[in-house]
């Protein structure tokens, strides 16, 4: 409390700058989480382009603060393990990557904090609750944004490599019944993928992993990283082949057939789902309108039967007529009595 005390009192000596700091301040948060997100953004298509298993650690100056904000946001072994292999799985290869995503993570997550007490000392009273509960909801959603951006791109990729898996496999069971070497039909093949750039990052990485250590261990890295079922089954194909010494050739080309009819068939139960799905916007888009197209003329017709345009009423011509038939009878009476 005194400390808000004092924070008002040093605002309202500011006089007539207190009508600019808070715009100001909340212009350069904005600003400020636009360009992280544009950096990190920008950083992993430069990434995808250069088609590298590892990026470059650049010396600038969010780098330099990056391993100092992600520490103030610890995490658990096991939960940074997980989301590590998450930022694998959706192409962040730089070792530093994980690094700027938790420090953009506490900016994202601190900014709404300090905008809020800001925004409560300008505040009245009675609006601190309502502004600072506002702040803990966004800083909420800040903190939770780079992880749904990760699951985001993660999704994007791995659809990204399950559309361009059937063509490398064909590339590939060609390259090997020409009788070149798995390494050499890798490169081959990921230099040929221009229509799908994650799954050339792929299987370079998968190439360079293979002259480094041994083929079985960097297939089975690969189907950790990337964790499509697609993939896991090229994987296990082709280290039984590089097992046992056999041709896998014929059994690529069958599989490339096999995910093919399953792509077939899935885009099949999707426009079979489609009508489904469109069930319920019709109901609320077009069945007002039509609702009102269809009811709208007799409406009119009851409210020009109820209410004429001019100004005579059903009702009031009704009465009229009853009012004229009862002086007709007491003329008629009158003319009766009369000798």
Known sequence: MELLAHSRSFLSVLGPYKSIIL?????MAVTGSLLIVWRMWRRRAAARRA???????????????????????????????????????????????????????????????????????????HDTFWIMLAGAVAAIAGSLAPRVYVSICRRRRQAEIREGLPDAIDMLAMCLEGGTSVGESLTHVAARLDHCPALAQELTILRRQAEVGSLPTALDDLACRVDLPELRGLCALLARGERLGTQVSSSLIGQSDHLRTQRRQLATMRANRAPV?????????????????????????????????????VLTAREQMAENASIAERLRALEQDLP
């Open 23 to 27: 715009p100001l301040a909340m212009f």
């Open 277 to 313: 799905k469109l069930v319920l916007p019709l109901l609320l888009c077009f069945a007002p309108a039509a609702l009102i197209l269809l009811v709208s003329p007799a409406v009119l017709e009851l409210y020009e039967f109820l209410a004429p345009s001019d100004g005579q009423s």
């Open 51 to 125: 088609v590298t298993a590892e990026g470059e650690v650049t010396d600038d100056l969010f780098t330099k603060v990056a391993p100092a904000l992600a520490a103030q946001l610890p995490e658990s072994a096991s939960s940074s393990d997980a989301f590590r292999r998450q930022l694998r799985g959706a192409g962040f290869y730089s070792p530093q990557s994980a690094t700027r995503f938790y420090a953009a993570r506490f900016l994202l997550f601190i900014a709404p904090l300090v905008l809020a007490g800001l925004a409560a000392v300008y505040r009245a009273p």
